[in-house]
Nanobody
Framework: QVQLVESGGDLVQAGGSLRLSCAASGRIFGLYDMGWYRQAPGNQRELVAVITSGGSTNYVDSVKGRFIISRDNAKNTVWLQMNSLKPEDTAVYYC?????????WGKGTLVTVSS
């Protein structure tokens, strides 16, 4: 069982930055691929960024060059550094841990970007 707790969501002006954190419980955090998803009102949840257990990263096109995902397995934590934020980045951001057919989700943290 893995529990995920997100933090760092806030109201920020366009062009600003935020850093989201996801703290995970469990002794085998390093074996999970970790991802950040987001869901805006009326939209489906979408994958924003993923970092594999091996450290490879991938991003949705809309955030490439602006967001950076990173992890520290010793701290059981994954971060999402978000720069040059846009109003369209407004959403609830969820942390995800995945290994094979196992998926865990956090409860989300709200990011609001004002224009």
């Amino acid at each position: 069982q893995v529990q995920l707790v997100e933090s760092g969501g806030d109201l920020v002006q366009a062009g600003g930055s935020l850093r989201l954190s996801c703290a995970a419980s469990g002794r085998i955090f390093g074996l999970y691929d970790m991802g950040w998803y987001r869901q805006a009102p009326g939209n489906q949840r979408e994958l924003v960024a993923v970092i594999t257990s091996g450290g490879s990263t991938n991003y949705v096109d809309s955030v490439k060059g602006r967001f950076i995902i990173s992890r520290d397995n010793a701290k059981n934590t994954v971060w999402l550094q978000m720069n040059s934020l846009k109003p369209e980045d407004t959403a609830v951001y969820y942390c995800n841990a995945k290994m094979a057919f196992i998926n865990y989700w956090g409860k989300g943290t709200l990011v609001t970007v004002s224009s």
